[in-house]
């Protein structure tokens, strides 16, 4: 079992910049998957960003390539998502969560497959 916290979320301006931070306690960080979600009010909680144990592949959603960055450090045991040119349909609270069963990339976008989760960030963005 791994414990998630996130930080860094925020109010911004459309085309504005914030970068979040998931911070991890637990001995398995480095040998888990980690990804990010996103849920806005009355919608479903939807993939973003997905990032593999070493950090030697990456994959996002479709409304975030060219504007999101996945990354990690797991010497910090700390996950982040750089998030450029942001827009209000961006408006969400932000989640990261672990992949304990490492998850085929047909499922891994399915939030209801994940087992671990963070208390989520508020991301808001005003045009």
């Known amino acids: 079992q791994v414990q998630l916290e996130e930080s860094g979320g925020g109010l911004v301006q459309a085309g504005g910049s914030l970068m979040l931070s998931c911070a991890a306690s637990?001995?398995?960080?480095?040998?888990?998957?980690l990804a990010w979600f996103r849920q806005a009010p009355g919608k479903e909680r939807k993939f973003v960003a997905r990032?593999?144990?070493?950090?030697?592949?990456?994959n996002y959603a479709d409304p975030v390539k060219g504007r999101f960055t996945i990354s990690r450090d797991n010497a910090k045991n700390t996950l982040y998502l750089q998030m450029n040119d942001l827009k209000p349909e961006d408006t969400a609270v932000y989640y990261c969560?672990?992949?304990?069963?490492?998850?085929?990339?047909?499922?891994?976008?399915?939030?209801?497959?994940?087992?671990?989760w963070g208390q989520g960030t508020q991301v808001t963005v005003s045009s």
């Open positions: 969560t672990a992949d304990a069963k490492n998850l085929p990339t047909a499922l891994a976008t399915q939030p209801r497959f994940y087992d671990f």
């Open positions: 990032i593999t144990s070493n950090s030697a592949n990456t």
């Open positions: 637990g001995r398995a960080f480095n040998v888990y998957h």
